[in-house]
Structure formats: C-alpha cells, structure tokens
C-alpha cells in the first residue's frame, strides 16, 4: 500500500446514496437487503464518517448505524418528492434507460424538475456533513443522485469526490434518448474519479461524453475526461464485490447447519435449481421459469426429480411495471405447477416472496446443486460471488449459470455462461450444466471462489478511496485558476449550467428545449 491508499484508510468517508441502510424489522432497527447495502457495509464498518440518505418515510431512525460509529443523516421527502423523483425518474426513467433500455423509459418534464430538486437536497445536506469533517472523502454512490457530485464541487471546490455507479452505462445512442443528457453528464463530472463496474460500461460513459459534450470544450483524453478549465476527471473501472469471508462464516455457523438439515429433508431425493433475486425486470426471472417449463416438457422424469427454488426480495412495489411482473412471476409459477407436478409428489416449481437474512441464504446457497442467474443485463449481480464463496466454503459442487450479460461474467469465466434471451437454448444450457461431473463443477468453484476471496469488497473499498485521493491530490497540485471548482472558475461554463458567461463568447451548450436554469 503506497502512502496516499494508506492515508485514504484513515480519512473518514461521507457516502452519499438515496436510500440509508436501515429498515425497522422484527427485532427493531436492521441493516437492509440489497447490493448497495451489501457492498458499502464494510465501507462503514472500516471508516468513520457519515451516510446521508432518504429515511424511506420512517421516524426515529437512529442516530448511528447498528453497531458502529457512522452517523446516519436522514433526508425527509415529500410524498410528490418520492413519486417524481424517486418512483418516477429514478425508477421509470433512470433505471431502464441505463438498463440498455430494456423496458422503455418514460421521460416526464415534472420528474425532471424533482430529481433535480431532490439531488440539491441531498447535495446541500452532504456538503453540510463534509463542513462538519472536512477532512473526509465524498463518496456518492448511483443513478439515483447523479448530479450530487458538480452540487458538492460548487460548494467545496477542493473536495475529493468519488461516484460509483452501481448499474450498466449504456451504449451512447441509447443514452442520447434522454432529454436531460447533458445535464446528467456534467453533473457526474463534478467527481475527481466515475467508477463503474466493467470496462464496457466505462468506454460507453467515455463516448457519451465525447458525442454530446464536444460543443462545450470538454475532451475525452484516454480514460480521463479534461474539462475548459483543465481539471481531469479520472474514470475506473472497479468491479464490485462481496464480503468474502463473512459469508464463508456464514456457511459454516451452526445456525447454517440446522438450516441445511431442514431444507435437505425438504427437497429429499430432488437436484434443486436455485434463483435469488429482487424481484426486477432486468433480473430475467420470466426466461429462467420458462426454460425451467421446457426443461420439464422436455424430460417428463425430470418433473419428480427436480425442484426450481425462485426466492424474491420485493422491490419497488410503488412501481407499476414491478407490480405487474410479480403477477406474471406468480402467474407462470401457478401454471407450471398445474401442468407438471406429478400425482403424490410435491410442486416442481417453489417460490419464496421474502426477505432472508444473509445466513439463511447461506444455507440455500449450500443445498442448491444449481444457481441460475439469468438477468437480461445486470450491472455486476452479487448474489453469483455469494453463491461460489458459500458453494466453496463447504467443498461442494454445485453449479453457476451466468447470464453472459452480467458485468460478473467478465470476472467468473468458470461458469456456465448462457443467454437468458434464447429461452430454449437456456433449458439446454441448465440440462448441460446438471450433466458435468462433479470434479468439474468443484474445480470450476474452487476457482471463481478464488477469485472473489482475493477481489473482496475491503479490497474494493480501499483500491476506490485510494484511486479517489489520488485524482483529488493531482487536481489540488494544479496551478490555482485551474484547480478551482469550474463553476467558479469563470470559464467552466459547460459544467454550470445555466451560468454560461456569455461575454465569453462560447457557443451555447445544446440542451432539450424547454431546458431550465437548475435551481441550486
Ligand atoms: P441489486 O440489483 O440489488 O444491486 P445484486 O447485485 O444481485 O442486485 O444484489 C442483491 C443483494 O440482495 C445480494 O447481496 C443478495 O444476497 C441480496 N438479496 C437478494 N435476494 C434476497 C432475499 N430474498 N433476501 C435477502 N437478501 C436478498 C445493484 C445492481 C447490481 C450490483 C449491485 C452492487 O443492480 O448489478 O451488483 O447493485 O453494485
């Protein structure tokens, strides 16, 4: 570790996401399913620090996160606030348009205004917190507060500021469908460093800025982006991982063990194919039922010999499109049920609509001879590297079908790759990966488990705060004109919008019609 990751481990660290991490459970406040959560857990755990986020509507949070020191900072939003900006342009708007587009986005001028709106609350509250510590890192993290990065430069201009986008970054010609492009862009230019999890996605961000940023002076050097003022945003690329050893602990707690016992005697004498999702479009849950279905036409023994296990975390109930897909999902587990289950034998089909706890799932991920995931386009997807480190932990062999549209197939070549789209050659895909020996599916574990052990999430955190630093240490060692905050700068116009000095004489910055001047 060089000396500027090592003092990135001291700093504390303000992380900026919508959402704060906590939930009041049955036995009282707890920490939240989901991947963010799941990925900036040990953030908190090994620095001291902050996290500004919505309260999610509940009262009494506490002060601090369970167990540790860092202190939550709730955002109160209004009821119209959650639906514009949350439901609507994050969820209808951001989420699909970022997910190549995969259900079509809805592009709502009021939802516009909101996130915007929204982003300067939460802008506003985390430039409050780093005036409380200003020797913290910023850290802002997803789509839903992309404009959070340039609100915290205007206001503290040296600033390390890191945003992580925990989604895909789609190809430039679908990003160029939304109305407020520009905007979106130079609002994520006000980090020192944007982080994403694959190469692909990084090169797409690249050439989004080149294509819709060339009118305002802005250049695409290599991986950097140089802005007028001569301040160069750094892009990584920094796959997102998981706490590795934890969930070895996990498989191998006594609790896991009574787990297991329970389940095996459930599934006596079936080869269980497993899927774990939130419940999302982009999850590619309705492809893997009906390979599942295919598989059971296909091979009428099959359907007493196995079982399919979907366990969904609900999501996004307040979403229309959510909604009607847990209708289809249950719609398509009630059919295949009705057509396959055998006289005297139990349902081939199983579907839990729940939360777990990580060690309950452990012990699914021990009894499951099989890990489906299938999503039609997943940022990173988590719940594979969970699945190999639990599968591992306890030497057995079981198998990984990875959609080769997740940003983890890059990293685990030892699965089973597959495309979810081809729903037939998806049930091939499963019938092949049930028929490798088990010495094959146990080396092809041993080896992805690796890897995730030696990728973890600390080494993660530490690689971004410290890549964090070091962009922020070369802007400080800028001559002084150049190192100011381009919204301050006089000449940066293109990155503040609606401030453009026009005796500077530069072209104006093409922007949708009907573009208003931000309100900070
Ligand atoms: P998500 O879309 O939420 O995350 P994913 O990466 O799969 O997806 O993470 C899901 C997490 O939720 C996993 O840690 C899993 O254990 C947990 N989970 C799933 N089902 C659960 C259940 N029923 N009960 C309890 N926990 C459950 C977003 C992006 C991903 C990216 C992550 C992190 O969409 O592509 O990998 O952020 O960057």
């Not at 934890?246 to 194919?273: G, K």
């Not at 057509?339 to 199983?350: A, F, I, K, M, Q």
């Not at 091939?428 to 028929?435: F, H, K, M, P």
């Not at 240490?473 to 381009?486: G, H, K, M, Q």
Request: aromatic share 8%; net charge negative; proline share 7%.
């Amino acid at each position: 570790m060089n000396e500027q990751e090592t003092a990135a481990q001291d700093r504390p660290v303000v992380a900026v996401a919508n959402r704060l991490p906590v939930h009041h459970g049955d036995k009282g406040w707890e920490l939240s399913p989901g991947g963010l959560v799941t990925a900036l857990r040990p953030v908190m755990a090994t620095h001291p620090g902050a996290w500004v986020g919505w309260d999610g509507g509940t009262k009494g949070m506490p002060p601090t996160l369970p167990d540790s020191g860092v202190r939550l900072l709730p955002i109160g939003l209004s009821a119209a606030q959650v639906r514009n900006y949350y439901h609507g342009f994050a969820n209808a708007t951001l989420w699909p348009l970022l997910h190549n587009a995969i259900e079509k986005p809805r592009f709502e001028r009021a939802w516009w205004y909101a996130y915007r709106d929204a982003n300067a609350v939460f802008g506003e509250r985390a430039a409050a917190a780093l005036d409380d510590q200003s020797d913290a890192i910023a850290w802002v993290h997803d789509y839903h507060l992309m404009l959070v990065p340039e609100l915290v430069r205007e206001r503290r201009s040296g600033q390390p500021i890191g945003f992580f986008l925990h989604v895909p970054w789609p190809s430039p010609d679908i990003f160029a469908r939304l109305p407020w492009r520009e905007q979106i862009l130079t609002g994520l230019l006000g980090a020192d460093v944007v982080a994403f999890h694959t190469d692909e996605y990084r090169g797409n961000f690249l050439r989004s800025c080149a294509r819709l940023l060339r009118d305002d002076d802005i250049e695409v050097r290599g991986d950097s982006v140089v802005l007028p003022d001569g301040r160069a945003v750094t892009t990584a690329t920094a796959p997102i991982s998981i706490d590795a050893a934890e969930f070895t602990q996990h498989a191998i707690e006594r609790e896991t063990d009574s787990d297991i016992h329970v389940l095996a005697d459930q599934f006596r004498d079936r080869t269980l194919l497993l899927g774990v999702d939130r419940l999302d479009y982009t999850k590619g849950i309705i492809e893997r039922l009906l390979a599942v279905e295919m598989l059971l036409e296909r091979n009428p023994g099959l359907r007493s010999s196995i079982a399919f296990l979907q366990i969904a975390v609900p999501s996004r109930d307040d979403v229309r499109e959510y909604r009607q897909l847990r209708s289809t999902v249950e719609q398509h587990v009630g059919r295949i049920n009705g057509l396959y289950t055998e006289p005297g034998s139990d349902v081939p089909v199983h579907y839990l609509y729940r939360g777990l706890s990580q060690q309950q799932l452990a012990a699914y991920y021990a009894l499951a001879d099989a890990l489906l995931v299938t999503p039609l386009i997943d940022g990173m997807n988590l719940v594979c590297k969970e699945y190999v480190t639990v599968q591992n932990a306890r030497g057995g062999s079981g198998v990984l079908l990875l959609s080769e549209f997740t940003g983890a197939a890059d990293e685990l070549p030892q699965a089973v790759h597959c495309n979810p789209f081809d729903v037939e050659g998806l049930s091939y895909r499963i019938e092949y990966a049930l028929g490798l020996t088990a010495d094959t599916r146990r080396e092809a574990i041993a080896a992805m488990a690796a890897h995730v052990r030696d990728y973890d999430v600390y080494r993660w955190v530490s690689d971004q705060l410290g890549e964090i630093t070091k962009a922020a240490v070369a802007v400080s060692r800028l001559p002084a004109d150049r190192a100011a905050s381009p919204c301050t700068a006089g000449g940066g116009g293109a990155l503040c919008p609606g401030r453009w000095p026009a005796a500077a004489g530069r072209p104006q910055p093409r922007r949708a019609p009907g573009w208003r001047t931000p309100r900070r």
